[in-house]
């Protein structure tokens, strides 16, 4: 070690780490790790029994979409009014056409992501209206700030997926948003991206915006686009959104059916109920994916947290949520459909000591439970309500550290390092040792945001804390990005369709 | 929800919480959670089989220590100069007197603590000559220090045991700081203690103060201390621990044989490599507690992490580390053997988000491994070399949260919250229904660390971040502490003690 450390280039490195940005892009994470089961088989019982006792008693609403109550009435459910009562055991049996796993098709073919079974995906925070960096504090987001997103996530070596809106460009009329939204991940990214539309309007711009790109006929047989689609917890759907799964699932593209649930609030005070609801609420939208289409798509999603019953406020990264998502990648492997959970979720304000205990209570549960699809990996803050750019760097950096875990222990013959003991003996030390300078330039990943000179040379460097130093590797990131390309063909036609779609859409709040 | 929390009240609240002592102390952790493996048998094999030819081929030195020599040729080991060569499976047999559970009795005896199986017990961190808080900076530590933390671990709820000596009094001789520090650990807390002798002389004082703390014959049959060991990895015992081990093994106390190993620096560069050599020493030094005594207390210990490749610092929380410690608890289950690894371990100078990610990725893992004592759990800054009192707190919180992980999920028929789904039904809240009310006080940890007030509030409150709230709750806590009190007979005897072995004492940096 001593030929390759001496002291200046120790000083030289540890500078330069400080705006290092990463390089090579990971490929999404195959685990060499078991799954973490947290919950007992009595419990997994216990809590199936009971969300087939709620699909059956007490229902799920399907409201203001005819078309799901015909399917339900069709399939044989006890549809009254717009209450859905599904007897016993009938959502689970629907399922079975579901694919245990697939593959969403990418712009770039190295950059197709498997959903399912051994494989894990990171994709960054959604949904934010607020972005924030240590210089210009919390604002609105702009289309600016989410192609800067979009960005970062297709440089970060462990963000293998372009995530949801990273944040709302509020200058764009909330009708119109989407169709930007959408022509920023195909445009600034060859990765795969999800859609995040609230409206059956704008899950079909989203499909004509892919077929665009993709061409139709290719749709019907590979999944290009992911679309987010919320129940209304507690038991509720809406039109909206069922619209939305409604156009996702009858294109074969894929849906992502995720309450958004906070014990306390939106769903009972206790883990083991909000799981029942979470899980009858599911098997319900996933259920309707395949009354729809047999064989669309379809991923098992939970978003958990809980209320501060002091405050009200949403609180992430609890003991109650790190075991719900534990629970739910186990509920969703018996179900054999993708599990979608997790993320790097937090209340705090800031990327501090806060955010960083809530978000590894998340991320980490998520990696061993086995969840397949992590969305808000990186960059969420307060609640989700802002995108963070120091975070998203923070965030993918432990990302990519969840990605050397996922690897699992090397036990070649180099992993064991036998020999390594027997050179070095008792009473020496292995820095210079042969095994040690054969391997050490690739042995650990090397984190770029964690400091680890000495107090004395991050005094001399400013003491900076570990937001500050990201704030200077997402704006080297920036710096260094480069466009993927596309065909300027392709990119005329997605803008000729956008242009034609906003000139028949008036400037409005909601649309249908 | 809406009687119980008028907007005055969120506002006075969330102002208290930012002072908030916590109160009633919690008893130590029985697990009702499956414990992880997420080394496969045949990894966990290969490890041990390695670890053996170690023992045998090369062998491990026990130096400056005859009467280890003499006790290792008596067991038939091929003892070769100071070179012990163990034959394959020796060590293992010699461990099958070591109890697979003990307790440690503490001056209180609703704080007596369980080593082994379910247990799980938290530990502040030991050893760092430096303090730090973030008005007075960092400075070296005294015994005010020392003793404001054995205050601050004697209060927060979920750190069951006074740990080692949290920071180094560096105004006192070398030779003389283990008696003031014992005496400090059990004059201003009735909960258990370690002790961390450097030499058998230490060790001889800490048996003998507390023999006039609890008795001569009473030590004999209940361990009251546990010692900390630490081999001169790599495959060395020196002297100096060796006659501290044999001290408390004889006397029927504790130990804790801990290698620490930094992958690249005192282990080979990989996870499986060090975890061989950790398993060959501590194997080696355990076996020969029960050379000493057959019986006699002993836990198997890891401190485990890895030098950075780029500064040749050592970084903690890193994948390698966070399978290392998974690893060792399994190693010790085969062993059966109680295990001690984990902590809240980073390289942070400050208590950022870089060392809440690197804490939570130690400490997360050793309570999901079923590690019994977790040294280190509170306060580590700066690889070691700080205690500081923001992290400390900031650490207790994450304790307390992870003691309430370990509490499983509630299956009961309150947990199941059946009748809670179906009194709201689909489309309204839980904020107000008869299941929230009737639980919302008890159920969710409650941190007093953490923020969930508003961006707004917050704001208003000054922008604090985690480390600055955390200023003020370890305030809070000192100026509430209360002393447990002890009998005046006993603490003069102490004292008297204390000055009888000063007066022979020169001062010195250090003695045999």
Same mark, same amino acid.
């Given at each position: 070690m001593s030929r390759t450390l001496s002291a200046t280039r120790r000083g030289r490195e540890s500078r330069q780490a400080r705006a290092r940005a990463p390089t090579a892009k990971y490929p999404y994470i195959r685990r060499r790790l078991p799954t973490v089961e947290l919950l007992s088989s009595e419990a997994v019982e216990v809590i199936e029994a009971n969300a087939e006792t709620?699909?059956?008693?007490?229902?799920?609403?399907?409201?203001?979409?005819?078309?799901?109550?015909?399917?339900?009435?069709?399939?044989?459910?006890?549809?009254?009014?717009?209450?859905?009562?599904?007897?016993r055991g009938m959502a689970r049996r629907l399922l079975a056409t579901a694919p245990e796993q697939f593959t969403l098709f990418a712009r770039n073919p190295e950059r197709n992501l498997r959903f399912g079974g051994d494989a894990t995906v990171f994709s960054p925070v959604g949904g934010p209206p607020f972005v924030s960096d240590i210089e210009r504090g919390r604002r609105y987001g702009t289309l600016e700030d989410?192609?800067?997103?979009?960005?970062?996530?297709?440089?970060?070596?462990?963000?293998?997926?372009s995530g949801g809106c990273m944040c709302e460009p509020m200058e764009i009329p909330p009708n119109k948003r989407h169709l930007d939204v959408q022509y920023s991940f195909f445009r600034y990214s060859d990765q795969g991206c999800e859609a995040t539309p609230e409206t059956a309007g704008h899950a079909a711009d989203a499909v004509a915006l892919a077929q665009t790109l993709f061409g139709a006929g290719y749709l019907e047989a590979h999944p290009v686009?992911?679309?987010?689609?919320?129940?209304?917890?507690?038991?509720?759907?809406?039109?909206?959104?069922?619209?939305?799964?409604?156009?996702?699932?009858?294109?074969?593209?894929?849906?992502?059916?995720?309450?958004?649930?906070?014990?306390? =609030? /939106?769903?009972?005070?206790? *883990?083991? #109920?909000?799981?029942?609801?979470?899980?009858?609420?599911t098997l319900a939208g996933m259920a309707l994916t395949?009354?729809?289409?047999p064989g669309a798509p379809v991923i098992l999603g939970s978003f958990v947290g809980a209320i501060s019953m002091r405050t009200g406020a949403p609180t992430f990264g609890t003991p109650e949520a790190t075991q719900m998502i534990f629970a739910t990648a186990q509920l969703a492997r018996r179900l054999k459909v993708p599990c979608r959970s997790g993320g790097s979720l937090c209340s705090s304000k800031v990327a501090d000591a806060q955010a960083a205990f809530e978000s590894a209570h998340t991320l980490l549960p998520t990696l061993l439970a086995g969840v397949n699809l992590v969305t808000h990996a990186a960059g969420w803050l307060e609640g989700g309500l802002v995108a963070s750019y120091e975070k998203f760097v923070m965030d993918a950096d432990?990302? =990519? /550290?969840?990605?050397?875990? *996922?690897? #699992?222990?090397?036990?070649?013959?180099?992993?064991?390092?036998?020999?390594?003991?027997?050179?070095?003996?008792p009473g020496s030390h292995f820095l210079g040792c042969a095994h040690t300078l054969a391997n050490f330039e690739t042995v650990f990943y090397q984190s770029n945001i964690a400091d680890y000179s000495?107090?004395?040379?991050?005094?001399?460097?400013?003491?900076?804390?570990?937001?500050?130093?990201?704030?200077?590797?997402?704006?080297?990131?920036?710096?260094?990005?480069?466009?993927p390309g596309i065909d300027p063909a392709?990119?005329?036609a997605m803008l000729d369709f956008i242009a034609r779609r906003k000139a028949v859409l008036t400037d409005a709040i909601e649309d249908e």
């Open positions: 709620i699909l059956e008693e007490i229902g799920i609403e399907f409201r203001r979409d005819p078309e799901s109550l015909r399917l339900w009435r069709a399939a044989g459910a006890d549809v009254r009014g717009e209450r859905v009562h599904i007897p989410l192609q800067n997103f979009i960005k970062l996530a297709h440089m970060a070596p462990a963000i293998h997926f686009v992911l679309g987010n689609i919320n129940s209304n917890s507690p038991l509720v759907y809406d039109g909206r959104m069922l619209g939305a799964l409604r156009q996702f699932a009858s294109h074969n593209q894929g849906t992502i059916v995720v309450p958004a649930v906070l014990a306390g =609030a /939106m769903g009972p005070v206790t *883990a083991a #109920g909000c799981l029942t609801e979470i899980l009858a609420e395949q009354l729809v289409r432990q990302c =990519a /550290m969840m990605q050397q875990l *996922a690897r #699992g222990m090397d036990l070649s013959e180099r992993g064991q390092a036998l020999d390594a003991i027997r050179e070095v003996g000495s107090f004395e040379q991050w005094t001399l460097d400013g003491r900076l804390t570990a937001e500050q130093r990201a704030n200077r590797v997402w704006k080297k990131m920036l710096a260094d990005y480069q466009d392709q990119d005329e």
